[in-house]
Nanobody, 115 residues
């Protein structure tokens, strides 16, 4: 059974930082492309960052220079370091695991940026 469990969300002031984690089980983690998405109520889920099995990363323009995605294959975990947070970063953040036609989602973690 595949499970992706996100953690690390919470309330942070503008300009602050958070680090999200996503722990995977039930998959051969090292061969999957891992990604972080976010969603605001009433809007489509938005791709934030990806990290491939080889470690290549890609980011949405809105988070470039502020967010960093990384993975630890020994711990079956992907991370999203979020710095210089803005109110518009407020969303539910989801991690995903992708391998060809296979696609799995975590349950999401709320990030709220507010003073």
């Amino acid at each position: 059974q595949v499970q992706l469990v996100e953690s690390g969300g919470g309330l942070v002031q503008p300009g602050g930082s958070l680090r999200l984690s996503c722990a995977a089980s039930g998959v051969v983690f090292s061969i999957y492309t891992m990604a972080w998405y976010r969603q605001v109520p009433g809007k489509q889920r938005e791709l934030v960052a990806t990290v491939t099995a080889s470690g290549a990363t890609n980011y949405a323009d809105s988070v470039k220079g502020r967010f960093a995605v990384s993975r630890d294959n020994a711990k079956n975990t992907v991370y999203l370091q979020m710095n210089s947070l803005k109110p518009e970063d407020t969303a539910v953040y989801y991690c995903s695991a992708d391998l060809g036609p296979l696609h799995y989602w975590g349950q999401g973690t709320q990030v709220t940026v507010s003073s």
